[in-house]
């Protein structure tokens, strides 16, 4: 019973797995087991977006982190994002989202 438990877990455990290194700076880790996912990364005019929940969504310029990832499988060109979206009254359906990293590989510093 414990194998099959075991089992089942492995593929959220890896993914997280990639992020538990990454820190932000003031050195405070950039995920806690659920915010941190794969996304499509734009620069656009007025800084980048990222795709997260199925819309584009700004992220600050001071979130921004240049590194790779051990372990990234390049689906997104090497975007990923975490954070969380928070609904101050509960029912607004376009959540603010906050983010607290948002990693880029390191050849894409140049592309801004």
């Not at 609904?87 to 359906?93: L, S």
Request: aromatic share 8%; proline share 8%; hydrophobic share 40%.
């Amino acid at each position: 019973m414990a194998v099959v438990l075991a089992a089942s877990l492995p593929l959220p455990i890896q993914a997280h797995d990639i992020y538990s290194h990454l820190k932000d700076k003031l050195g405070t880790s950039c995920c806690d087991n659920r915010d941190c996912q794969l996304a499509p990364y734009r620069f656009v005019a007025n800084g980048l977006q990222m795709f997260v929940d199925k819309r584009w969504i700004a992220v600050p310029s001071d979130k921004i982190q240049y590194v790779a990832v051990p372990g990234d499988t390049g689906l997104t060109g090497g975007g990923h994002w975490c954070g969380f979206a928070d609904q101050p009254n509960g029912m607004d359906p376009e959540a603010l989202y906050i983010t607290r990293c948002a990693i880029l590989p390191p050849q894409s510093a140049s592309a801004q």
